[in-house]
């Protein structure tokens, strides 16, 4: 009981982890901001060590993964809710399924569903020519590999294991929660402390490059359609102007701020889908959608596990590799934020709502936009490859320009980016406010804001490193990564011996309760049972009972009866009999007389 106390004391309260997270990144934006250039090459350095030495750890673990939580949500494991027995849902699953996918990742979904089609139909995987039609529905089949179940496999597994952890276990919304059952109460000291400053780096990384995203295609998209310039000020006024926006959306709160955004954007992206699929080649679509989920279901395995160490190519280690990275980066900031929406479902129900919905359309948006993108390319105008390829900012809006109606596509492509900017900055802020106060599922917005302005301060000086762009983003993202790969695996470890051990204290509770209700059961049946030979046996006992007694009422009865019968009958034998010896005695006596009657005479 104390140790809950304290616990509870401590949430809240800005700890040792936010002032370490803080200083981290306040030295990393500063010496972006004095020395770009010596940033730029110091994450180069390190982005090369990274991928010759670890691009096969990236590989083997996303896709071990991916296996993890099918197999999780397919057993027995399934059927356990997170949170108490009783709890129910507190989003329907609109709303959740549109923060997911507004939170998540709606600003890579927008920015690379048409890129990296069109960038791997010109530069495909090894083993494709450029420029041919395999390499074309190889774009497409990449394109929704890197976006479907890998990363959403992921993101799951923080969340379930935090959902667990914070609902079940009643542990504080901290990475370090989900150690619990290896370290102990070694998570409230420095190991714990060390996880959470981990995962808060790493969170800010991957928010970092998607506000560096962001940035870039809101400025490509107001300079395709208006005379502003695209350049890295630009970008640095968006980021300013976002930053206003979110704080204004993260002061009113989850349910009103992050919810209605979510809301209104995933009704944007679907009429802009819509419109896409109905005025674009709708037959192209529906064709590429079809062969390409045929090919990423047949390839999945694959192309998560083929690597090049025969060959010379970057391919993977500039696109695969960095995907896995961002996402793996993104994992504790989508973690907590999932867990926070998900109370009370089932593990199998979470699970399809965060790997299979999202994965699905995942799928749609990538032959939508891709498949347009390379219809464009290969049977209409051309030129797209060439332009996406200087200017990858530019790929949804040089689309969208060869469709009617640009102007207004194009306008609600930049809202809908800008509030998927909004909203992925807003929950970014909730969840670092969160792991930073010990958990508190409602930090303070003085710490919101505090990292709301650093993530933006990191997102600019890697825009402003070296000229890096796009690549300072990418290095940034997989460095980062790596050390929260690790935590990952340690953190299934740690779910599986947690599962394990309540999976069987509730079969044992289980267990008891059904022989409770069995002997219950045999209990009330036998007591029919016993009862209806009690009754029969009782009712033998009453019946002979009440055959003796009418026995012997019929006996007094039937003796008065017979004596009654008897004393009339011997009456009359005695009445039979004394009349006759009567009248033998007066024939006798008349007899008698008459004798001597006649001796007189004579």
């Known amino acids: ?320 590799i960095f995907f896995w990275a961002w996402h793996i980066s993104w994992a504790p900031f989508m973690g907590i934020f999932i867990a926070r929406i998900s109370k009370g479902r089932t593990i199998r129900e979470f699970m399809a709502g965060v790997l299979i919905v999202p994965s699905l359309l995942a799928v749609i948006w990538f032959t939508t936009f891709g498949g347009t993108g390379l219809n464009i390319e290969m049977y209409g105008a051309g030129g797209l490859a060439e332009l996406i390829n200087s200017d990858v900012e530019l790929a949804l809006f040089a689309t969208l320009a060869e469709l009617p109606l640009s102007i207004i596509t194009n306008t609600l492509a930049i809202l809908l980016i800008l509030i998927f900017f909004i909203t992925s900055a807003d929950s970014a802020s909730f969840v670092l406010g969160s792991m930073t106060s010990n958990g508190d599922l409602e930090p303070k917005n003085s710490v919101k804001l505090t990292w709301g302005f650093l993530i933006a301060g990191a997102a600019s000086v890697l825009l402003f490193s070296g000229g890096g762009g796009l690549n300072a983003l990418q290095t940034a993202s997989i460095i980062a990564a790596l050390p929260f790969a690790i935590v990952m695996v340690l953190m299934i470890i740690s779910i599986v011996i947690t599962l394990g051990r309540d999976w069987k204290l509730d079969q044992r509770l289980h267990r008891r309760k059904r022989e409770k209700r069995v002997k219950s059961e045999f209990r009330d049946e036998f007591k029919d049972e016993v009862k209806e030979d009690i009754r029969d046996d009782f009712k033998d006992d009453v019946k002979e009972d009440i055959y003796q007694d009418m026995k012997n009422d019929f006996y007094d009865d039937f003796k008065e009866e017979i004596y009654d019968d008897m004393k009339e009958e011997l009456y009359d034998d005695f009445k039979d009999k004394i009349y006759d010896d009567m009248k033998e005695e007066i024939i006798e006596e008349i007899t008698e007389e008459d004798t001597g009657k006649d001796k007189t005479d004579k």
């Open 1 to 320: 009981m104390k140790k809950e106390e304290s616990i509870n004391d401590k949430v809240g309260k800005i700890g040792i982890v936010f002032f370490i997270s803080a200083i981290l990144v306040t030295v990393f934006v500063l010496w972006g901001a004095i020395s770009p250039s010596s940033l730029n090459n110091a994450a180069n350095a390190g982005l090369e060590w990274m991928i010759t030495n670890f691009g096969w750890f990236y590989m083997l673990i996303t896709a071990l993964f991916v296996v993890f939580v099918i197999a999780l949500a397919l057993s027995p494991y399934g059927k356990i809710r997170l949170g108490k027995p009783d709890d129910k849902p507190e989003y329907s699953w609109f709303s959740w399924i549109g923060m997911l996918f507004a939170a998540g990742i709606g600003v890579g979904f927008v920015f690379w569903g048409v890129a990296e089609p069109v960038l791997y139909y010109m530069d495909p995987p090894f083993g494709y020519e450029p420029g041919t039609r395999e390499s074309a529905l190889a774009g497409l089949r990449y394109g929704s590999y890197h976006w479907a179940l890998h990363p959403w496999a992921i993101f799951s597994i923080v969340g379930m294991t935090l959902a667990y952890v914070q609902y079940r276990k009643d542990r504080p919304a901290l990475i370090s929660s989900a150690f619990y059952p290896i370290l102990g109460d070694r998570v409230n000291g420095w190991a714990g402390k060390t996880i959470d400053t981990l995962a808060v780096l790493a969170t800010c990384t991957g928010v970092a490059t998607t506000f560096g995203l962001s940035a870039m295609q809101i400025t490509g998209g107001l300079s395709h359609i208006t005379p502003i310039p695209n350049s890295p000020w630009t970008q640095l006024v968006i980021i300013c102007i976002v930053t206003v926006l979110f704080m204004l959306s993260a002061a009113r709160g989850l349910d009103r701020g992050i919810k209605i955004l979510s809301n209104i954007n995933l009704v944007v992206a679907g009429l802009l889908l819509l419109f896409v699929i109905i005025v674009g080649p709708t037959l192209f679509i529906a064709e590429s959608f079809v062969t390409t989920l045929g090919g990423y279901v047949t390839n999945v395995i694959p192309m998560a596990l083929t690597l090049t160490p025969f060959s010379e190519s970057e391919w993977l280690g500039t696109n695969t």
